[in-house]
């Protein structure tokens, strides 16, 4: 059969010729088409990597000295520390939160904090994402964070004391620093010169999660009523934030909605919570920004608008040439070929025609990749991304390109399937009368 199949798409070379021109101009238009939406979608879905689903953050803001709210004997750094924790209690009481942790200023996940400080080993350099957290508030766990390294326990991470030269750090950053996930107890050396011994390896994390980003590490800090901030001290005079694990079931924005009076009156000292807000809320937000929302419904909508097209026009043209060859059936017929086996044939010419013009396609856009590059995620920072299959070439073109062959292949099958059957089905004598 292929060999008949061969010979039928040479014989018709001369109608198939204006086919070819036409699918590798679809493959090509895929290719910009599919490309970006692909990896839009891929990073918009991409788990964050920590229970974002089931935590609300509670802006927490300090009354200005000369207002007259404002309380002089809850100033000094001892008061700030006890009123700090204090609220960090009062948060807790509510019986739909499970737990709570304390954040620094700006440092949320989701927040504006982000970051990047180098961290040395004897053969590489990574500039990573850092974020601070507070020793024994439960920070891991509070976030839904998981365990990467079998050496790595989150209970223990969320007690341990923590020596400020002690840090906690990604999967991806592992294996970029020592190229395998078997971190644990070694040392790094980061921008401020120190030894820094790594104690744990968490699973991916992606702060604001729209990005593919997930090269981190945590380093701790300690609450102070001073105003000073050396890098490991947390000033908290001017206000600081508290996350909130909710209990399983509790829907976090249905929470924020009935809590907002709650919120309001949770005052400790000189500190009062100044805003609630879910943390998908926050992501929404960011994503708005950044303009990332807006420009996603657009190409969206725009490449299934595109897709759409394409698609029913290649499915109309094979449907109209397919129809066109109800005498070739009606011979194929007379000399014995079932019909099942007549659009069988026909299917396999189209699927080989759909594969030579989809490879010469893809050598063509191959041309533009190479110079340009192919669709990036959010983040355009390089040395930050994640190595994920974004951001190796081929395998990021290979996933691509048989997406687009399976669509066209979808497309020509149908539009051949449709009328092949029918014709293969019709009478010889009515197929074979204009002959």
Known sequence: MIRFVFKNLWNRRAVNGWLTVELIIIAILAWIIIDPLVVSVYDRNSSPGYDIDRLVLLSVSATSEGTYRYNPAASDSVTVIDDYFRLLSMAAENPQVQSVTPIADGQSLEGEGMMTQSLSTETDTVFPIKMFFVPGTGFFSTHGITASDPKTDIADLDSRPFSDNEIVITRELA????????AVGRVTVPHWGVETVLVGVIDDVRPKSPMNVTTMYFRPCRPTGDREFDGTKMPVNDGFSIMLRLKQGVD???????????????????????????????????????????????????ATFFLINLFLGVVGTFYLQTRRRSTEAGIMKAFGASPSRIAVTMILEGLILTFVTWAAGCVIFMQYALKEGLAASHANVSYLLNESWVSHFWVHFSIIAAIILILMSIAVAVGIYLPARKIANTDIAYSLKEE
Do not use: C, M, P
């Not at 294996?175 to 078997?182: P, V």
């Not at 909605?257 to 992501?283: C, H, M, P, R």
């Open 175 to 182: 294996r970029r620093l020592f190229h395998d996930e078997n």
């Open 252 to 302: 976090s924005e249905k929470f924020v909605t009935d809590n907002t009076e709650w919120a309001n009156s949770l005052k400790a000292g000189n500190f009062y919570v100044s805003k609630i807000s879910s943390l998908l809320q926050n992501k929404r937000d960011i994503e708005e920004a950044w303009g990332i929302s807006n420009s996603e419904r657009i190409g969206s909508a725009l």
